[in-house]
């Protein structure tokens, strides 16, 4: 019993004081490392640094990032989230170029970055983020007016001639490095934008530059137009297809800000949208969407979330979508038919119910398939099942309102 009373946690092997420092957050283990010599060597292990979530730490400055980015991160990291000074009374630059020039040398994995409430303002290019990023989320950003644009790869090559004898190799190396760089263009493929208000038309387009862009999601960015949608739909043209040509992941949803003057940017699906494979419609953009997805051949998968929609409105939208293979319903609320005999509104359900979520496959179409009398929207599921047999069905925390009679 003696031996267990001076037990310490310097009996542990490191594996499992690794394990233990691993459910600390950045600012305790930034704490932790000033215990020992042998937590400050802990605390440096990549395997602790491989996520880094730095939003609920309020105090972070430019001076805390170049801190970190010394002592702690390094080829571990994979995805990095960052809260910038937008909403901060300090103000001040939060992202240097110099700071993302250390940060693609010493961390040359790093897959995922996300900034909140960041003033991009003073970055002329996305191109100076890493290299190395592959999904791009922005939430409550300023963006400059050409931050998406591609520069071409051009430039460099009359300047490796130039240099001197001192320090040639290295020199060369280093443009070498930068045009084979430039040459592969943005390296982005899931683009996420979630109320940016700056985000436009313009913005828009050049991401049709943009080579490996397969998913853009666009939540509340409200001065995208349907205009803006038109010009950048992948479409058949001279030389092949033009616009955002590998897309095949899209989603535009409005829901905040009661009482804006919408665009309703959905009308720009109108324009046929070759190769999009998946699309996400919430809000107010739905009932537009609707209108124009019937042209979307290539469509596969369609997800509806946070509106309000009528069984025909649906049925009128999905006649022509053959090739669907699954349709979600999250957070709808499913407006009862006008004319509707006592016994369906009985079953259709007088009062509200949510949670529902099902899942029905191939077996839909089978006709003597019954159906449940507490489903909230049978009719709709069963006519589905109808017209599109090989779709998929899933309903999440949907309900059905209330009429006033």
């Not at 571990?76 to 989230?81: A, E, H, Q, T």
């Not at 803006?228 to 030389?239: E, H, P, Q, V, Y």
């Not at 070759?274 to 979307?296: Q, Y």
């Not at 929609?309 to 053959?322: K, V």
């Amino acid at each position: 019993m003696d031996e267990f009373k001076v037990c310490n946690l310097d009996y542990f092997p490191e594996n499992i004081l690794i394990d233990v420092l691993s459910h600390l957050s950045v600012r305790e283990l930034v704490r932790a490392g000033r215990v020992c010599k042998r937590w400050k060597r802990l605390v440096k292990d990549q395997r602790l640094w491989r996520t880094v979530d730095l939003t609920a730490w309020k105090g972070v400055s430019s001076r805390i990032l170049w801190l970190l980015l010394r002592q702690y991160l390094g080829c571990g990291l994979r995805c990095l989230r960052l809260r910038g000074l937008l909403l901060s009374a300090r103000g001040g630059t939060f992202l240097s170029e110099s700071w993302l020039k250390s940060l693609s040398t010493k961390c040359p994995r790093l897959s995922k970055l996300y900034l909140l409430h960041a003033d991009l303002r003073g970055l002329a290019s996305c191109q100076l983020l890493p290299p190395t990023l592959q999904v791009l989320e922005l939430c409550g950003c300023e963006l400059p007016r050409e931050f998406f644009h591609q520069t071409p790869a051009s430039a460099a090559p009359a300047q490796a001639e130039a240099t001197s004898s001192v320090g040639a190799q290295k020199q060369r190396r280093e443009l070498k490095r930068k045009r084979s760089a430039s040459q592969s263009g943005v390296g982005i493929e899931r683009l996420v934008l979630n109320n940016v208000p700056s985000f436009t038309d313009q913005h828009l387009q050049s991401l049709t530059s943009w080579e490996r862009l397969a998913r853009l999601e666009l939540r509340d960015t409200f001065r995208v137009t349907a205009n803006g949608l038109r010009s950048c739909a992948a479409k058949d043209g001279i030389c092949g297809v033009e616009g955002l040509s590998r897309l095949k992941f899209f989603e535009i949803g409005i829901t905040g800000r009661q009482g804006y003057q919408l665009q309703m940017a959905s009308l720009g699906l109108g324009a046929g949208w070759l190769g999009l494979e998946e699309l996400s419609l919430g809000g107010k953009e739905v009932g537009p969407g609707l209108l124009c997805a019937s042209r979307l051949k290539d469509l596969k998968c369609l997800c509806l979330w946070a509106c309000t929609l009528r069984e025909m409105q649906i049925m009128r939208s999905c006649r022509m979508l053959r090739g669907l293979r699954r349709m979600t319903f999250s957070d709808v609320v499913f407006q009862p038919r006008q004319s509707q005999p006592a016994a369906d509104e009985e079953d259709a359900g007088g009062e509200e119910r949510d949670d529902v979520e099902d899942e029905g496959g191939e077996n839909s179409s089978d006709d003597n398939k019954t159906f449940d009398a507490n489903d909230p929207i049978p009719s709709l599921r069963r006519s589905l099942a109808e017209l599109l047999p090989s779709c998929t069905l899933v309903f999440t925390n949907c309900s059905v309102q209330v009429s006033a009679d």
